[in-house]
């Protein structure tokens, strides 16, 4: 931890485990933790998207990467409905609609035999 405020905003020094070199960036400490881990704190790191090696604490503060996680989580709850309401109006008109006549079967002209 290079610096620490009251308020739990930190600068902190972490090695990037996918390609090895050494980053510095702002994270969200624990302003509330026990005097015997005043140097300690528990980071995760992002291991997808442009946001590949961010650091993130355990309450997911830190990196934009889980506003887009939240953001695709909260497409998805929408699409179930309308997909539910756009299957349940096609079940309805198919249930509604009589039963198309079947066409006579088509004859087989054989035209060699004239």
Not at 80 to 97: D, H
């Amino acid at each position: 931890m290079l610096s620490e405020e009251a308020d739990g905003h930190c600068v902190v020094r972490w090695t990037d485990p996918f390609d090895g070199h050494e980053r510095t960036g702002p994270y969200h400490c624990d302003p509330d933790r026990g005097p015997l881990l005043d140097d300690w704190e528990t980071g995760f790191v992002v291991s997808y998207g442009p946001w590949k090696g961010d650091l993130y604490n355990a309450d997911w503060e830190g990196t934009r990467a889980n506003h887009v996680v939240e953001a695709a989580g909260l497409t998805g709850l929408v699409l179930v409905p309308v997909s539910l309401i756009g299957g349940a109006i096609r079940w309805w008109t198919r249930r509604r609609r009589p039963a198309e006549p079947v066409p006579p079967a088509a004859r087989v002209v054989d035209l060699t035999k004239r």
